[in-house]
């Protein structure tokens, strides 16, 4: 006979954040997207923007608790510039989530272009016609 396992408070709670994490990144996701197709740099401001939409989504609040949310707040003391300047974190890796999701949307929807940009190229390369008919 199988039993099934039960989960204790903190595997719950993991599990629990996992899931909010999920959510609150398909979210980062979907408003980053917004400003990718239409070509808009990722600015320090426009990062704010971005992590200020996410947490207030209705959706997400609907579905986490209070103290879930909170985990994913930025802390107070924690300051990054608000300005135009193309966002760069140089080697950090300890970002917000939200900055984090963002930055990571950013960089596949580049890794995508390239790779868009490079198969146009082979492909023109392939079908070009030749001066000598072949």
């Known amino acids: 006979m199988q039993t099934s396992p039960i989960l204790n408070e903190q595997e719950l709670a993991a599990l629990r954040f996992q899931a909010a994490a999920r ?7 979907d408003i980053a997207q917004r ?3 239409q070509q ?11 992590e200020a ?10 579905r986490h608790d209070g ?10 003391d924690l300051a990054y510039p608000e ?16 900055f984090a999701f963002a930055v990571n949307a950013y960089e596949r929807a580049a890794q995508s272009t390239e ?14 016609p030749r001066a000598w008919g072949g």
């Open 40 to 50: 808009v740099p990722l600015s320090w401001r426009l990062l704010h923007a971005i």
């Open 67 to 76: 103290l879930m949310l909170g985990l994913f707040q930025r802390p107070g």
């Open 83 to 98: 300005t135009d300047e193309t966002v760069h974190f140089g080697q950090s890796n300890a970002l917000p989530a939200v």
């Open 23 to 29: 959510d609150l990144e398909q979210i980062v996701r």
């Open 35 to 37: 400003y990718i197709a």
């Open 53 to 62: 939409e996410a947490l207030a989504d209705l959706g997400f609040a609907s």
């Open 115 to 128: 790779e868009a940009r490079r198969d146009a190229q082979r492909h023109a390369a392939a079908t070009r």
